[in-house]
């Protein structure tokens, strides 16, 4: 089952849940949209979720695909519609890696 | 056992009052020793003097700092007010318990002979009063060794008090509850060697089930090796229960059949209780012949099953594939006389769902209402699991829009099935309400909620990319 396998991998690598719980010092552009410099993935998750259903923002005929207005744009890559299939992915590439 | 019924407590304390002095009329008191932290707020109930309320209800408040002599100060204040005589022993008891909770062993020891040589007539020591300080030895910050403990017990042999039964179970409890098992079989050894104070059953026992919890099933076999052969401190049925219980747990079940047999053996019959802890056994293991094999064992000796049983049976055949069975096993159990519960239900649910035949479950839950049986959050968790993966959408969602309005919450397996398959179904707004709801609900942390989420989103893609889903 998905749970336990998930639950494992998460103890077995701390670093997979520090790099979605751990604050992140944010670039301008997301620090201009968020309203905060500091802030961890699943915060920043959160954030945008929160603003597209707030701003209804989702296509009223597909309530899969999200509308982005000018600001939502600004942080995912200046696409005119997004799709919330990959929304996990997008808020990702604002977190890369740290480099050792 | 040793339990003194309520309504008799009043008269004993009239037997004891006027002879307080002697230790021996205990023994019927003794279990409650077991928890000699209950004592003060049993006692003020117990104690039936109209004319002094004061001083023993209020002990918790009564001292205020660990100071050993604004201790004495106090006590010496309250002799005066009071004729000694009016005092029984359990108020110095009191007292006593009281100030071990706050001060430390060095002081609570001084404090007691501070009692002794004041009310020289009235107060003399017993067990109870020294289990109050054994207590609070094990407990004592000093973690390393067991010096004060024997300091107690020192004390209590030279002031005639020999530990017994009771006093190696309070030792043993109390050092327990810190963790230090190790400390408190090299008591246990070390007091049947030296006192003489033999645990009994009851001790034995619960070492033995704290050590099955954190030790080698070896290390546990050797340590009832040698209470038996050096102090004659058998195992009984309880103690096998346990082991069973344990190795059962550990899938272990070889060990267990072993067990059993050696149970036999010793002359034991294996009760319901015992019956049921095997068959749990073979359940977790999805072995449900075995079960059936156990049960009619059961029947064959005679033993009675009881709900415990059946609800385990029906456990082992629905997780072993065999739901028809487990329905006739609901049936029987029924003429037996005993109904159903929500476990029963809840477990035959998941066997049909395990099938596939979540509809047939929804009916269940009809049946189940209807002879006034409450389902519980356990109940709808496995049908909206089972729903969703039998793909009934619209149900489903009818089904969770209902928990929803109830406010209940969703375990971590139906949260996932009901992400995965919205998704699979092309529904991925749906999965994020879900994903809000179950985060708002509190029904698991936001991050195994979102971690779900993420990877089933991304499952998704790569299924995208390789054209299996829509």
């Known amino acids: 089952m998905l749970p336990q396998r998930m639950k494992k991998a998460i103890t077995d690598n701390p670093k997979k849940l520090a790099n979605l719980i751990d604050l992140v010092n944010l670039p301008s552009t997301l620090r201009d949209f968020v309203g905060q410099s500091q802030i961890s993935r699943l915060g920043c998750f959160m954030h945008v979720w929160s603003y597209i259903k707030t701003n209804n923002l989702q296509d009223s005929n597909n309530k899969n695909v999200v509308n982005c207005d000018e600001k939502l744009r600004s942080i995912l890559l200046g696409k005119p519609q997004v799709e919330l299939t990959e929304l996990p992915a997008l808020i990702k590439l604002h977190f890369p890696k740290e480099p050792k | ?470």
Not at chain 2, 321 to 329: I, N, S
Request: net charge positive; proline share 6%; hydrophobic share 35%.
């Open chain 2, 1 to 470: 056992m040793g339990k003194i019924p309520p309504s008799f407590r009043s008269a004993i304390a009239n037997i004891r009052n006027p002879s307080s002095s002697s230790s021996h009329i205990l023994p019927p008191q003794t279990q409650p020793h077991h928890f000699p932290r209950k004592k003060p707020s049993n006692s003020p109930t117990k104690s039936k003097k109209p004319q002094k309320p004061e001083p023993t209800t209020p002990p918790p408040s009564l001292f205020k700092s660990p100071n050993l002599s604004d201790a004495k100060t106090l006590f010496d204040s309250i002799l005066k007010s009071y004729q000694p005589s009016s005092l029984d022993f359990r108020f110095h008891n009191n007292l006593l318990h009281s100030y071990a909770s706050i001060s430390s062993l060095q002081d609570s020891t001084a404090f007691l002979r501070h009692i002794i040589n004041s009310s020289r007539n009235s107060f003399s020591p017993d067990h109870s009063t020294f289990h109050i300080l054994l207590s609070q030895a094990c407990k004592s910050n000093d973690l390393s060794s067991l010096a004060p403990v024997h300091q107690v017990l020192n004390l209590m042999v030279s002031s005639g008090v020999s530990p017994d039964k009771a006093t190696t179970d309070v030792a043993v409890r109390s050092l327990c509850s810190q963790g230090r098992l190790e400390e408190a079989v090299e008591l246990v050894k070390e007091m049947s060697a030296k006192h003489n104070s033999v645990p009994d059953t009851y001790t034995l026992n619960f070492l033995v089930k704290n050590l099955c919890k954190c030790r080698t099933l070896s290390t546990v076999y050797s340590f009832m090796d040698e209470m038996r052969s050096r102090f004659g401190v058998k195992p009984d049925l309880v103690t096998y229960t346990i082991l069973i219980d344990n190795v059962c747990n550990t899938k272990n079940l070889r060990e267990a059949m072993r067990l059993v047999s050696t149970l036999n053996e010793e002359g034991f019959k294996p009760d319901c209780f015992l019956y049921n802890t095997i068959m749990k056994g073979f359940c977790m293991l999805s072995r449900g012949s075995e079960a059936i094999e156990v049960y009619n064992k059961m029947k064959d000796e005679g033993v009675e099953p009881d709900r415990i049983t059946y609800n385990t049976l029906i456990l082992g055949l629905s997780k072993s594939g065999r739901v028809k069975e487990a329905k006739k096993m609901l049936r029987v159990m029924a003429d037996k006389g005993f109904l159903p519960d929500e476990v029963t239900y809840t477990t035959l649910m998941n066997g049909m769902c395990r099938e596939g035949h979540a509809l047939g479950a929804l009916e269940l839950l009809k049946e189940m209402e209807v002879k006034g049986c409450s389902p519980n959050a356990c109940t709808y968790n496995t049908l909206l699991h089972g729903l969703f993966k039998a793909r009934l959408l619209d149900k489903a969602f009818e089904f969770y829009e209902m928990m929803k309005s109830g406010g209940m919450k969703l375990e971590t397996a139906s949260y996932a099935t009901m992400v995965r398959v919205l998704c699979r179904e092309g529904r991925v707004a749906d999965a994020y309400e879900v994903f809000d709801y179950a985060v708002e609900s509190k029904s698991l942390t936001d991050v195994s909620a979102y971690t779900t989420l993420e990877s089933t989103l991304k499952w998704l893609r790569k299924a995208k990319e390789q054209g299996l889903a829509v």
